[in-house]
């Protein structure tokens, strides 16, 4: 009988990687943006006391002071949370194009924040038709007190919307909870404002506090990339 040939060992299949490259993972609240507008919410807090104060002082126009408030705001807020997600390895991609490309992020960032000014610019015209006040500020009784209280709510919950937008293309993700929450939190801001205001009145500048911090604050998730599945 002929000796048997020995059989050739079988090649292991070599293990495929499927990659997931816009697979991303949430692993809870965000605590560390959320304290970081806190210490930004305060800091700009300071700074708009001073520049409300200096703006009603020299007689500056009503509306291009209020739209210079509101930008301040929203560079400090954006460029704390633009180095922050690039520093910590959050940011993503640009929400609008899909790209990493952070020159459109820049170039958009900028888009938004001339958005934001001129809207303000034109809200606080607007409002101040009527009631020669400001949008951080009481307001003189009126016949169409009602009208001014909604356009108030209307507008303040629009500008605290464009910073949101901001934010979440500083922080590279689309997240909900920065697109929704902003709106929601301008919105809350907006009431107690106006109704603090109409309330309290005299006490309006501890409403335009507690609208300043919801306008501020960021409430987002934290995400990482998923890895790479192998299958075997």
């Known amino acids: 009988m002929g000796s048997k ?3 050739a060992p079988k090649k292991k299949a070599p293990k495929r990687i499927q990659k997931q490259p816009k697979s991303r993972g949430s692993v809870g609240w965000n ?3 959320f304290i970081l507008s806190v210490v930004i919410m305060i800091v700009t807090w300071f700074i708009e006391v001073g520049m409300y104060a200096s703006g009603t002082i020299t007689g500056k126009s009503y509306p291009f002071l209020i739209a210079s408030i509101f930008l301040m705001l929203y560079v ?3 460029l704390a949370v633009f180095i922050y997600s690039n520093l910590m390895g959050t940011f993503d ?3 609008f194009t899909g790209n990493r490309d952070m020159m459109s992020v820049i170039v958009l960032l900028v888009i938004v924040g001339g958005i934001l000014f001129a809207s303000t ?6 409002y101040g038709l009527g009631t020669d006040s400001t949008l951080l500020a009481g307001r003189s009784p009126s016949s169409l007190g009602f009208l001014y209280g909604l356009m108030r709510i209307v ?3 629009i500008i605290g919307s464009e910073i949101g937008c901001g934010v979440a293309l500083a922080y590279g993700d689309f997240d909900e909870l920065i697109i929704g929450g902003s709106i929601l939190k301008s919105f809350i801001g907006a009431l ?3 109704i ?3 309330l309290v009145g005299n006490f309006s500048g501890g409403m335009a506090f507690i609208m300043w911090f919801f306008l501020t604050i960021v409430v987002t998730n934290r995400y990482i990339k998923a890895r790479p599945r192998i299958d075997r």
Do not use: A
């Open 155 to 157: 507008f303040i919950t």
């Open 31 to 33: 605590y560390e943006v």
């Open 93 to 95: 991609r640009n929400i």
């Open 5 to 7: 040939i020995p059989k």
């Open 76 to 78: 400090f807020i954006v």
């Open 196 to 198: 603090g205001t109409s």
């Open 192 to 194: 107690f404002m106006e």
């Open 121 to 126: 610019v034109l809200f606080q015209w607007s």
